[in-house]
């Protein structure tokens, strides 16, 4: 889970802004079940944020800075590419270090991961646990003017063996070492702890972008009966007009798959399979489609398509190609891995616009089935959204509601519902549109272009 997030000079961030889960113990009493504990304090941690803002306020921003986050952490970098950082430009913070921080619970244990990088170089790195007030350093890493990397660790049992002799070699420049780490060692060579922070930040943290498709749909559909259950019975419930899903698996030859689909994908499915533990790669293709290789003593290739059955009389079954639904169906079933997967598993899920193609009730249901279902353990979702149906007290507590808004010189500001002094029986959706709270937005005088227009007469 992320307790708290900070993000300076990138994109529409100028100065620090910080992404709070930390429940307010002024609001203990509120949806008691919404939050849970942070081990080793006495504070707890929200399982849900809810961003509102104007158009351009910077809630999307919010989302590209963690995704980026989770990019320098996992993925090597080639020699000279730069961090292709993307920093503040409307005034002097341009110059400065983009820094990113964050606090997370990986395996029951706190920890704080963060960066400072120009446009070059990863000028500062660490890592450390936190217990109670206090930090133990695991490692720390600084970037001097020279290009050297060094690598300062605060845990004897990083200072043996292979990783103790790449913390004295440092790494390259613009690549972090926990990617340093995965590009040069086993993962029997290196400490538990980080194998516990490295595989949170690859299966513990997802994103899924106002228009992007969950990758390998159709593959978690074709192989697990469970989510197919749950995806069918979902959609029909939401009145989608979909009764079930019925995902296609043909083998085809790799001739046939060369045929289809150009020579750098297949090269890049069996780059994939050559380095994916569960010895599977996928290439998704338009809506409902994807390729995919499955290794055992040697490749086999398949595509797959998922179809949505309709049943207009009882009795009579008309499926459809995925692509022929409509926006908001596919829409929903890409999302609803991100329920099914929090039902059981411990990961955090960032969804960006869950509005969008979207009918009001339906985002509601969504938000209402996650609070519902996935209580106890430690999930968490975070959403971006303009659909004001979700500002109620019944449904979230204070500190759940955030607000991004930019000032005057460009700059975006992250505050709480919580920083308020809102009555429980005050309709917070009203005063949010009414302009009570900002983050909405601010409209010039339209008229004024109908009467420069010349209007046909």
Known sequence: ???????????????????????????????????????????????????????GAGKSNLFKALRYLQSIVLKPRKKNSGMEREKFLFGAE????????????????LYRYGIKVDDHRIIEEWLCEVVGSK?????????????????????????????GALI??????????????????????????????????????????????????????????????????????????VSHLQPQKTEISEEELRNLLPNKFISKLLEDIAEDKDGIAVIRLEQGNEFLIERSEENHFYRISIQAAHEPQPGKVIPLDLSEESDGTRRLLNLLPALHYLQTGNAVFFIDEI??????????????????????????????????NLLDLDLLRRDEIWF?????AGSSHLYSLADFAVRTDQDIRKRYLQGRYGAIPFLGDLNALLENEDLPQ
């Not at 001097?144 to 292979?162: C, I, L, P, T, W």
């Open 1 to 55: 889970m992320i307790i708290s997030f900070s993000v300076s000079n990138f994109r529409s961030f100028s100065s620090e802004q910080t992404l709070s889960m930390v429940a307010s113990n002024r609001l203990s009493s509120s949806h008691e079940d919404h939050a849970c504990s942070i081990p080793g304090t006495k504070e707890k941690v929200l399982k849900t944020a809810v961003l509102y803002g104007a158009n």
């Open 94 to 109: 341009s110059d400065e270090p983009s820094v990113f921080d964050l606090q997370f619970i990986a395996d029951s244990k």
């Open 135 to 163: 930090q133990k350093t695991l490692y720390e890493r600084i970037t001097d003017e020279q290009g050297n990397v060094h690598v300062e660790s605060g845990k004897a049992k990083f200072k043996k063996g292979k990783l």
């Open 168 to 241: 004295k070699v440092g790494g390259p420049q613009n690549q972090s070492f926990l990617a340093t780490i995965q590009a040069t060692l086993d993962s029997s060579d290196y400490d538990i702890e980080l194998t516990n922070v490295i595989n949170w930040f690859d299966n513990n943290l997802a994103f899924i972008g106002p228009d992007a498709s969950f990758s390998s749909l159709g593959h978690l559909l074709a192989s697990n009966s469970e989510f197919l259950k749950f995806a069918g019975d979902f959609l029909s419930s939401a009145s989608t007009g």
């Open 355 to 388: 509005d969008r193609s979207m009918h009001p009730i339906l985002a509601r249901q969504f938000l209402e089935f996650f609070l519902k279902s996935c209580q106890g353990g430690r999930h968490q979702i975070i959403i971006t959204t303009h659909e004001s």
């Open 404 to 408: 991004a808004e930019k000032d005057q």
